[in-house]
Nanobody
Framework: QVQLVESGGGLVQNGGSLRLSCAASRRTFSNYAMGWFRQAPGKEREIVAAISGSGGNHAYADSVKGRFTISRDNAKNTLYLQMNSLRPEDTAVYYC????????????????WGQGTQVTVSS
């Protein structure tokens, strides 16, 4: 069992930046590939970025490529999402999730989820 807690969301202006964090409960955090997802009102949940357990592999959705950076600090059991050049269409609840094996942007088999953190980008 892995417990995940996101933080760092908030209200930011168009073009601004935020850094989300996801704290994991287990010391075997490095065994898990991680992903950031988001869900906007009235839309399906979508994957934003994913990273392997070691941090050596990562993938991004086209909509955030070049603006968002996923990273992890396994010594601190923490996942990050640096979000720059934010746009109103980035407004959503952002979730972190864990799965056993890194599979780039594949969305299945994420077994553990955080509660989400709201990101709102004003125009």
């Amino acid at each position: 069992q892995v417990q995940l807690v996101e933080s760092g969301g908030g209200l930011v202006q168009n073009g601004g930046s935020l850094r989300l964090s996801c704290a994991a409960s287990r010391r075997t955090f490095s065994n898990y590939a991680m992903g950031w997802f988001r869900q906007a009102p009235g839309k399906e949940r979508e994957i934003v970025a994913a990273i392997s357990g070691s941090g050596g592999n990562h993938a991004y959705a086209d909509s955030v490529k070049g603006r968002f950076t996923i990273s992890r600090d396994n010594a601190k059991n923490t996942l990050y999402l640096q979000m720059n050049s934010l746009r109103p269409e980035d407004t959503a609840v952002y979730y972190c999730a864990a799965r056993g094996t890194y599979r780039a942007l594949e969305t299945l088999r994420y077994d553990y989820w955080g509660q989400g953190t709201q990101v709102t980008v004003s125009s």
